[in-house]
């Protein structure tokens, strides 16, 4: 059975920086594509960054792309994001997901099957 399991959210000031993890069991991660997403109130879930299998490639979305970093640890079985300079734009529920699909599709929401159940981040002003 194939489990995620986010931590490190929090509240935290605009210009502060948050590590987030994702702790995965029941997948070889090195076979996965891994990723963030996030949802804010009342918005759709939207891709926020992706590491690539075997964990060589990265990809971000433009509104995060110079202040997070996806990483990974195949070994470990976790995946991070490291965020700074964090702005109220910020605020949502952060999602790790994983998948197997070719590489065109790793942006895709809808192409990732196993998910966690979220953790929270709060942007103040």
């Known amino acids: 059975q194939v489990q995620l399991a986010e931590s490190g959210g929090r509240l935290v000031q605009a210009g502060d920086s948050l590590r987030l993890s994702c702790a995965v069991s029941g997948l070889r991660m090195i076979n996965y594509h891994m990723a963030w997403f996030r949802q804010a109130p009342g918005k759709e879930r939207e891709f926020v960054a992706a590491?690539?299998?075997?964990?060589?490639?990265?990809y971000y979305a433009e509104a995060v792309k110079g202040r997070f970093t996806i990483s990974r640890d195949n070994a470990k079985s976790m995946v991070y994001l490291q965020m700074n300079g964090l702005k109220p734009e910020d605020t949502a529920i952060y999602y790790c997901?994983?998948?197997?699909?070719?590489?065109?599709?790793?942006?895709?929401?809808?192409?990732?099957?196993?998910w966690g159940q979220g953790t929270q981040v709060t942007v103040s002003s």
């Open positions: 997901a994983s998948s197997t699909v070719a590489l065109s599709g790793i942006r895709q929401l809808d192409m990732y099957r196993a």
């Open positions: 590491s690539a299998r075997p964990g060589s490639s990265t």
